[in-house]
């Protein structure tokens, strides 16, 4: 088999249904499987996919085993010898199914390839392809200085704006979609299931670049992630800037050790004392109702950012996806639609 897609459904069952028609759409030539995993929403995707997809295979999770545990799971059940993790907020474009398959077998140590991600409104999604985290980056992160200096090392955006359509090494890809090789994620162990949220797909990279494979950007695999393309008109909750950098120090502490993940944390506390300066003045000077509540929220963060740098947060020690490794056996059931609990 060419192919095993796997989508993990999180209160997202409108999304899915859009992803798995896009999928089929769009899939002639290669011979692929198809597995949804509901991550304890139970949100009517089982009906949806019984339904409308019967020949996808379908998995309920009487718990919210997390993205990287739920990603695990369906692994450990699927055949293809290429195998792409899928968010369900994403639709296929054209020949990006082929074109991922055709690079990652065809370029030289491919270990892993992500697409050219666009928002809703086609226009290019610049996090499809980004830098290993480091404290300079992590300090120097805003959307205008990405929106002005897009070409800085930093971001590793480079070779989203390079010409032509060639294939391109990168560091990391989008965990929105990550086309792997079998044999490297088996290598590898697929992902960890340290992280509640956050950075997994981060660490995968870094796993597959350490065990000597590549991975690279196809720009001719094209692909609409929907949220991502709206996220900019949503609050950041002070939960997920939390456990943003939560799931960063234990990147940084699995991958360059304990001392430095300590320098980031204290970096934060530094750079979350300055925006809370800045906020402030902005706060006393606003006149507009909209600016005023928009400064409130960003000072909320950022206040919360700042208990969590210096340990006022004991609350995030306690969200903890639950452990599920990419070899434990799976209930067995026919191919194509079954439900299972887990």
């Not at 699995?254 to 993940?261: D, E, K, T, V």
């Amino acid at each position: 088999m060419d192919l095993s897609i796997i989508i993990i459904n999180w209160n997202s069952v409108a999304f899915t249904r859009r992803c798995l028609t896009s999928i089929y759409e769009n899939a002639a030539g290669l011979s692929c499987e198809v597995i949804v995993v509901d991550n304890a929403s139970y949100d009517g995707c089982e009906e949806m996919v019984k339904a409308e997809f019967p020949q996808v295979i379908f998995h309920q999770s009487d718990r919210n085993l997390g993205f990287a545990g739920a990603n695990n799971l369906a692994f450990a059940r699927s055949r293809g010898r290429n195998v792409l993790f899928l968010n369900p907020d994403t639709e296929i474009q054209g020949a990006a199914l082929q074109n991922l398959v055709s690079s990652l077998e065809s370029l030289p140590q491919a270990g892993m390839v992500g697409a050219r991600l666009l928002n809703s409104d086609f226009s290019l999604q610049t996090t499809c392809v980004v830098a290993l985290p480091s404290i300079l980056n992590q300090a120097l992160s805003s959307n205008y200085l990405r929106k002005t200096f897009p070409k800085w090392k930093i971001w590793g955006m480079q070779s989203l704006f390079a010409e032509g359509n060639t294939p391109v090494p990168v560091e990391a890809i989008s965990g929105a979609c990550m086309l792997g090789k079998r044999e490297v994620l088996e290598q590898v162990g697929a992902f960890t299931s340290e992280y509640f949220m956050y950075s997994e797909d981060m660490d995968l990279c870094v796993k597959i670049a350490k065990a000597m494979w590549r991975i690279y950007y196809v720009p001719e695999a094209r692909i609409v992630h929907h949220a991502a393309g709206s996220s900019a008109l949503r609050e950041e909750s002070n939960f997920s800037s939390i456990m943003l950098r939560e799931s960063l120090t234990r990147f940084l502490e699995l991958h360059r050790g304990r001392l430095y993940a300590s320098f980031y944390r204290l970096s934060t506390a530094f750079i979350a004392v300055c925006r809370l300066f800045l906020l402030a003045a902005g706060l006393l000077m606003a006149i507009h109702p909209r600016g005023y509540r928009f400064l409130s929220c960003a000072f909320s963060k950022w206040c919360a950012v700042l208990a969590w740098s210096v340990g006022l947060t004991p609350w995030v020690s306690e969200q903890k996806a639950p452990f599920y490794p990419p070899s434990q056996p799976i209930p067995k059931v026919e191919h194509g639609y079954g439900t299972e609990k887990a």
